[in-house]
């Protein structure tokens, strides 16, 4: 797909349909990818555009497929001999049936319905694939709000009532909103709909009982001094911790100057060549690169620094020290006082 003009969007839209395969699915879209590029080969039809991919995602979880276990044009053969799917071996005894040339009736029937062995398996395409939906190319604008939360009554009060609310807000603009739902506190409110920065947030805080600790934190997120470095440094804190509470990320904002993030370097590879820059000259890079085992050194060079590779980038303490859990600092600092 080189020289083609791919958004974000539809990579993005691939990447899910792809994620929701299961074995058998993964199977099949790996089988339609070959034969696709084997019919633009045979047709001269041009390159496989992202639409043929998303086409191709879509169809492997539909009905238009068949996927058999066998390896090779000679267990195909046998599968399509032993259930009866070739007419002309009617009446074949069972005395003759093992010597028949299973890999020649195999290859027959390969050649003759297109299919093509994906690993221990064989795909058969039996239908018209699907069209995936189109999807907007260009990216949408950037949200003009950090946190949006709309909230309801419970299904059982049987109100439809909803207030959304842009955080972080001041303090009448939340009792407003309980003015609105008709409550006093957020008994009986539930969320409908939650959008942030942090899109994870809402999993770690138990809103809306929780929510004036949560306009704290959307406050301090508002607040950062370096919000394009200081917020993604949040985001990959949270990940590494794996925070389950309002508490820790809040705490965790207080610490992020005691951690470095690189978001340029997201593999060990990545890492020894940074390392080889920052020790010599470009030059030398280039000829050294060839000689070196990158991945290994990357990995040693993660392991020495005590970092991390996190979906952000590469995480480490800024002193080098080992990276402990916000519970695991707590602990040690009470051994210290002890």
Known sequence: MDGLEISLNELNDLAVLLSALDEVQEVAFNGFLRMEVQNKVDTNGGVITMQDMRDLAVSAKTDCYHVVDAADDAALGRFYAENDFIPELDGVSDAVFPMLDFAGIGRMMRQGENGIFVGSLYVLRD?????????????????????????????????DRTVTLILPAA????????????????????????????????????????????????????????????????????????????????????????????????????????????MTDDHSVELLISHVNLYTYGCDLIREDNAVLSPYGLLHRADYQPMLSPMQETQKMEMKTK
């Open 171 to 278: 303090e009448a603009e939340l009792l407003d909103a309980q003015a609105q739902l008709g409550t006093e506190g957020w008994e009986g409110v539930a969320v409908i709909d939650y959008d942030g920065i942090i899109p994870y947030a809402a999993e770690f805080t138990d809103l809306p009982m929780e929510l004036e600790e949560f306009n704290v934190l959307a406050a301090a997120v508002r607040d950062m001094p370096s919000p394009e470095k200081q917020l993604p440094r949040l985001k990959a804190l949270l990940k590494q911790f794996e925070v389950q509470d309002i508490a820790t990320a809040m705490g965790l904002t207080e610490h992020l100057d005691d951690y470095v993030l690189t978001p340029e370097i997201s593999s060990p590879q990545e890492t020894a060549i940074d390392q080889l820059h920052f």
């Open 127 to 159: 239908g018209e694939l699907t069209t995936a939906p189109p999807v907007q190319k260009t990216l949408p604008e950037k949200p003009g709000y950090l946190f949006r939360l709309t909230l309801g009554l419970h299904p059982d009060i049987g109100d």
